[in-house]
């Protein structure tokens, strides 16, 4: 057993090795230009230029005086960059960095000028390329960056030759800017729902959305959605399919409940206004308890006219909650959910009713 | 007619002022016979007794001799060698001194001719290119004794290069020179009224034939602008002497637009030249140094750029010659000299032939197969004087 944990922390740790190895040299055999495996691009309507930072690491042994080199970039999306040393050679001011672009293609030359014969480059983020987005692009697909052969990649040596140096692409792609997002789905206040599947939706004119990702909500309640998503271009909302069976939550103390009520034995409380009338015709009678008697009699998994699930957003089923009044009339909840917009927003709760669930087991 | 025979007159008067700056000749004024110095130190006796010490009593560099002044005068002029007692050459006393008349002759008539000197003390007369012993056509090593050479052959359309030593030690000093023109039998004193009747010739203080060499030129860079405080040489052999061991006769230093210009008293009748360089590269500066790393990204564009950039000799243009030239500016001492024995300097100029700077300076293509300026180093007066040097200085833009 101890094994076994050993073997899957070291799995652990070649993983995490595996994702943050994107900067590093892959052997020693000389020292290495870098491009990181992804760079998140700004979004669209920051104004702001996207930034991609270019690596530099040397296990070779041997001291580095200057480096050359070419990459290209996508010019359909970006204006022309501008090459900056980035880098924490400690080289100071002794040193002179010079580029020039054409046609997607960028030539970087850069010398250390001082006068220490010691001096080596030192390994990390060595230039940082920023890249405006041109004023004719507002989203769609980024090519990658890549290292190219317009300019040898060359490093100086101590003794005033030339050494070859490395180019690692470990991809240099572009993803939109992160969107994360939490959505918690409760049945009450205190009474998350669990399994439910939840759909990241997103829409460049709202009318059309397409799905993005769909995460099944924890014991919790929640949905957390990690995407790279430019919520400055794109619309975002949630959806929740309709069709969930929530048979599990229908039970004959909840028929007789509602017979209660039905009966004036009981007063119904806000969301029993829904719950309690499963048919959703009239209000609370003799045939909500029926209906929900004969589905249990019938072992069936779904009413024929009626959903099994109504959602409201956190603002309608407060309302709803509070009321001590049947609220159906002015919100009668959704069959499938669809939520506002959630640009601009990090987390939010929604709720569901379940009709005929009229001692609230709710969706656990 | 009155005005006529004024103009006559004044052309005539303005021919013999003329005629008389023929008669110029130099003449330098020596002090002999240093009190503190006797003929042990200084190479002659009280009266120069041989040639070999009339050379020594002559001689700037020796001991008891030293210049009052050197100047020009009349030959004809009781400055000149003649009025026996009345003569009267600058000199600083009247005592210890030597005369050296020097200059060139011309003589009126073709023929055979007889000379004649007398001088208080010592004197020699010479004629160069005559074929005499030490060029000496009359001398007497004493006072007062008449030295006379006839059959003295001479060219009247050739000039003569001639000097004449006199000397006093102590006492009174005079001088005669005399000469019998061909088909004569008297004898006519020079500036005298027999020397007017026949006048010996023209004379001069410089020779009438020489070719003085003169040069000039530039010295710029691969960008064909000047290149200030280079010194140039001006290298002389003796005319048609085989071989090539020129030395240098003269010097000058490149101005602001890298000028230079020789004007010499050397005559190219005695002299085949050349003009050498030797430029030295400067410190290098950043600016030139961020110029080439910026061209880097450009590619090479100039034949030029092999010499110029690839400092570390390795045929390509990068971040290596860059650093190389950085290191080459702070002295570095790994850097004393480029890598792969790379030259610092890359010379060629305008006389070079077949010429291969304007192929050097359109082209971008690697043309360091040419070996440049060295090989065709001659220049002469036949084919010019003026030439353009190129220098192509490792890590110089310029």
């Known amino acids: 057993m101890k094994l076994k944990n050993i073997l899957l922390t070291l799995v652990l740790v070649m993983s995490s090795l595996t994702i943050f190895g994107q900067t590093t040299a892959p052997d020693a055999t000389k020292p290495y230009v870098i491009l990181d495996s992804a760079y998140a691009l700004e979004s669209v309507t920051s104004g702001n230029a996207t930034v991609a930072t270019i690596y530099y690491d040397n296990t070779s042994g041997n001291d580095v005086k200057g480096v050359q080199f070419s990459f290209n970039y996508d010019n359909t999306v970006f204006d022309p960059p501008v090459i900056a040393y980035g880098g924490t050679s400690g080289a100071g001011s002794d040193f002179y960095l010079s580029s020039s672009e054409a046609s997607g293609v960028v030539k970087v030359v850069w010398v250390y000028t001082g006068s220490t014969t010691s001096f080596d480059i030192a390994a990390g983020g060595m230039f940082t390329v920023t890249l405006p987005f041109k004023s004719s692009y507002t989203n769609g697909a980024v090519a990658d960056m890549d290292f190219t052969n317009n300019l040898t990649a060359y490093y100086a040596k101590a003794d005033g030759t030339d050494g070859a140096l490395g180019t690692s692409d470990n991809g240099g792609n572009f993803t939109e800017p992160a969107f994360n997002y939490t959505a918690t789905i409760l049945n009450n206040a205190t009474n998350p729902a669990e399994s439910i599947p939840v759909i990241l939706q997103k829409s460049s004119d709202g009318s059309t959305w397409t799905d993005v990702t769909s995460v099944t909500t924890a014991v919790d309640g929640t949905a957390v959605f990690s995407e790279s998503l430019d919520q400055g271009y794109w619309q975002i909302r949630l959806k929740i399919a309709s069709g969930l069976d929530a048979s599990t939550a229908l039970s004959t103390a909840d028929a007789n409940l509602i017979a209660q009520i039905a009966a004036g034995v009981q007063s119904a409380s806000g969301v029993q206004f829904y719950t309690a009338n499963p048919n959703q015709a009239n209000s609370v009678t003799a045939s909500d308890s029926y209906l929900v008697f004969a589905r249990l009699a019938t072992n069936g998994t779904s009413y024929a006219n009626n959903p099994d699930v109504l959602f409201f957003t956190e603002a309608q089923y407060n309302t709803i909650s509070n009321a001590t009044s049947d609220q159906s009339g002015s919100i009668p909840g959704l069959t499938e959910f669809l939520s506002p917009q959630i640009n601009g927003t990090t987390s939010g709760n929604f709720y569901l009713l379940i009709l005929g669930d009229a001692n609230g087991t709710g969706l656990n | ?398």
């Open chain 2, 1 to 398: 007619m009155r005005y006529f025979k004024l103009l006559v007159l004044c052309f005539i008067l303005s021919f013999q002022a003329y005629g008389q700056s023929t008669t110029d000749v130099n003449v330098r004024s020596l002090k002999t016979h240093a009190n503190s110095c006797n003929s042990g130190c200084t190479g002659y006796s009280g009266n120069a007794n041989s040639h070999t010490e009339f050379d020594n009593m002559v001689d700037l560099n020796s001991q008891g001799t030293s210049l009052h002044v050197d100047t020009v005068v009349d030959i004809l002029s009781l400055q000149g060698p003649r009025g026996n007692t009345s003569w009267d050459p600058p000199r600083a006393r009247n005592e210890r001194f030597a005369i050296v008349y020097h200059g060139w002759v011309k003589p009126n008539k073709t023929g055979n001719y007889a000379f004649r000197t007398r001088t208080d003390d010592s004197h020699e007369f010479m004629i160069k290119g005559l074929g005499y012993t030490d060029d000496i056509v009359t001398k007497h090593y004493g006072w007062n004794t008449w030295n006379t050479r006839t059959n003295v052959y001479l060219d009247k359309n050739t000039w003569y290069e001639f000097e004449m030593r006199i000397q006093n030690f102590g006492g009174a000093f005079n001088a005669q020179f005399q000469y019998r023109i061909p088909n004569s039998n008297t004898y006519n004193q020079l500036g005298g009224s027999n020397g007017s009747s026949h006048p010996f010739g023209e004379w001069s203080a410089t020779d009438p034939t020489a070719d003085p060499i003169t040069a000039s030129g530039y010295i710029k860079g691969a960008e064909e602008q000047g290149i200030a405080g280079q010194v140039v040489y001006l290298k002389t052999q003796n005319k048609n002497q085989p071989g090539f061991s020129y030395t240098t006769a003269d010097t000058a230093t490149t101005d602001a637009n890298g000028y230079y210009s020789f004007n010499t008293s050397l005559n190219y009748n005695d002299y085949d030249f050349t003009i050498d360089i030797a430029p030295e590269p400067d410190i290098l500066t950043v600016s030139d140094i961020n110029w080439f790393q910026n061209r880097i990204l450009t590619g090479p564009v100039s034949s030029k750029d092999y010499w110029r950039m690839d400092v570390n000799n390795t045929g390509s243009f990068s971040v290596s010659d860059i650093y190389t030239m950085h290191q080459k500016r702070h002295g570095n001492s790994a850097f004393a000299n480029y890598p792969n024995s790379a030259p610092t300097l890359w010379t060629t100029n305008s006389w070079q032939n077949p010429t291969i700077w304007p192929a050097v300076a359109a082209d971008s293509d690697d043309k360091t197969q040419f070996s440049g300026y060295g090989a065709w180093s001659l220049f002469d007066l036949a084919n010019g004087n003026q030439t353009t040097f190129y220098v192509i200085r490792a890590g110089h833009k310029n």
